[in-house]
């Protein structure tokens, strides 16, 4: 009985002692999960006010002037004076100079720059949702932690050390709902931005590719 009793207080103590270990990078880690929202919430309106829009009639009358080309050299051209973005210029123009390839390898050729695209996208999306992810969930951490030194503190009559505790206890979830939060609505717009980009790459690629079997 009495060994049952240490093995188990051995046990007990062991978890007591990572639980608090972890305290301090949990704490570190929400600091960086914030301030990194931040510099993503700051790149967001870089990103907004640099961002090319393209509606439907830009997109027609793009389809329309690769139509119109008679040759991949003038496919390169018209794409190069397009008002699109870079990324979608230059896997156009990538495109549109394979004609020396069959025309099903052309095809796997563009469905391969497609996921190129997809890819890139998926990366930048990526860090922002382990923000969404794991914020609240060191948040949470961070709030359990010290609770069990605080009611260790409030039976021993210890008030001020039980006031401690529920402090870090409020901020460490506060910050880690923030930065969860703001991840959360950066990776949504940019998700909504990079499928709008990779939706009009695909129609144009097709355009190009159609142009490139008729010549």
Do not use: C
């Amino acid at each position: 009985m009495m060994e049952n009793l240490f093995n188990s207080e051995i046990l007990t103590s062991a978890l007591h002692l990572i639980s608090q270990a972890l305290l301090i990078p949990v704490i570190i880690g929400l600091l960086l999960f914030f301030a990194y929202a931040l510099v993503s919430l700051g790149t967001l309106f870089y990103e907004y006010y640099h961002r090319i829009r393209i509606n439907i009639k830009q997109i027609e009358s793009m389809i329309i002037s690769v139509g119109n080309t008679e040759n991949p050299q003038k496919i390169v051209e018209t794409v190069k004076n397009a008002l699109i973005s870079q990324n979608q210029k230059n896997a156009l123009i990538q495109l549109a100079e394979s004609f020396r390839i069959s025309s099903k390898s052309r095809e796997a050729f563009a469905r391969k720059l497609l996921e190129s695209e997809e890819i890139k996208a998926a990366k930048k999306l990526e860090k922002t949702d382990i923000v969404t992810r794991l914020g609240p969930t060191l948040g949470l951490m961070g709030t359990l932690i010290p609770m069990g030194p605080g009611l260790a503190a409030l039976g021993g009559g210890d008030i001020q050390g039980l006031a401690q505790a529920i402090i870090v206890a409020f901020d460490t979830t506060v910050v880690g709902l923030a930065a969860g939060g703001l991840a959360y609505v950066i990776s949504k717009i940019r998700r909504r931005w990079y499928e709008e980009d990779l939706s009009n790459l695909e129609v144009m690629a097709e355009s190009v590719l159609e142009v490139m079997k008729n010549a």
